[in-house]
């Protein structure tokens, strides 16, 4: 009977194993869609998470990129991992022609390995506090991604939350933005029909879907469904 007892054990061990894999496997595959804001001409913005935006298969995935191009950490080292070499030779490229790339601008390159078709990488603000501009520069990046999209007739794009890590800015003060300045822009591209924000952790999808509640409240133009309404 004594012995029984670690086999026993080491088979809910395993099973308990596969269970975790499978709903990572889960998490993985079909990420979470929290919120939708439906635009009276059937565009859509999706709040998504807790995700990881390498997994996205729109037609492009924002770069919280700095001004080098030549990678980085956070959503930048990720991006450069999972897609492999080719996207770096292309910013290499890129800023050899036009130089470093100022924050508020945006670029496109090829996605590499990723399931997207492009990425665009962009720039965003340094948070100083506020008072320097920031928040049209945020603001930029994301009307400047959808613009882009837009131009090489891509039908999605998803963003990270751009600025919200290493740069600093406050997540509840850059949602806000993040969300009107996407709104803004898709309400007037030809070919983006959708943008997604894709989350990598509970608080920052939080704080996306506060702020977008709040915008509801005060406009018109779209109207929102949650995932379990
Ligand atoms: N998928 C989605 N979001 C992610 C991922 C991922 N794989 N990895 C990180 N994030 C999230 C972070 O949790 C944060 O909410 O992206 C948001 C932005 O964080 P950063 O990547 O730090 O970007 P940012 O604040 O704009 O700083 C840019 O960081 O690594 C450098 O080269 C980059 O210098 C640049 C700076």
Excluded: W
């Excluded at 001409?41 to 996205?56: M, Q, R």
């Excluded at 990046?141 to 890590?165: K, M, N, Y």
């Excluded at 989350?199 to 506060?210: I, K, N, P, Q, W």
Aim: with cysteine; glycine share 10%.
């Amino acid at each position: 009977m004594k012995e029984q007892c670690p086999v026993v054990s080491t088979q809910y061990d395993a099973a308990e194993e596969v269970g975790r894999e499978l709903r990572t496997l889960t998490r993985r595959c079909v990420p979470t869609v929290h919120m939708r804001l439906l635009f009276g001409n059937g565009k859509t913005i999706e709040i998504v998470g807790p995700a990881n935006i390498v997994e996205e298969t729109t037609g492009a995935i924002v770069n919280a990129a700095n001004s080098s191009l030549f990678g980085g950490g956070g959503v930048d080292g990720a991006i450069h991992r999972a897609g492999g070499p080719a996207i770096l030779a292309e910013c290499r490229q890129i800023v050899s022609k036009i130089g470093r790339l100022h924050a508020g601008k945006a670029v496109i390159t090829t996605a590499g390995r990723l399931a997207a078709r492009r990425v665009i990488h962009t720039v965003g603000p340094v948070y100083r506090g506020g008072n320097y501009g920031e928040a049209e520069t945020l603001g930029s990046c994301h009307r400047e991604s959808v613009r882009l999209a837009d131009e090489h007739s891509l039908g999605s794009l998803s963003f990270p939350a751009i600025s919200t890590g290493a740069y600093g800015y406050p997540v509840s003060d850059a949602a806000p933005i993040a969300i009107s300045s996407t709104a803004d822009a898709l309400a007037s591209a030809q070919h983006v029909t959708k943008c997604r924000f894709v989350l990598f952790d509970v608080a920052t999808l939080r704080a996306y879907e506060r702020a977008a509640e709040k915008l509801s409240n005060s406009t018109s133009l779209f109207r929102i469904e949650k995932a379990n309404s």
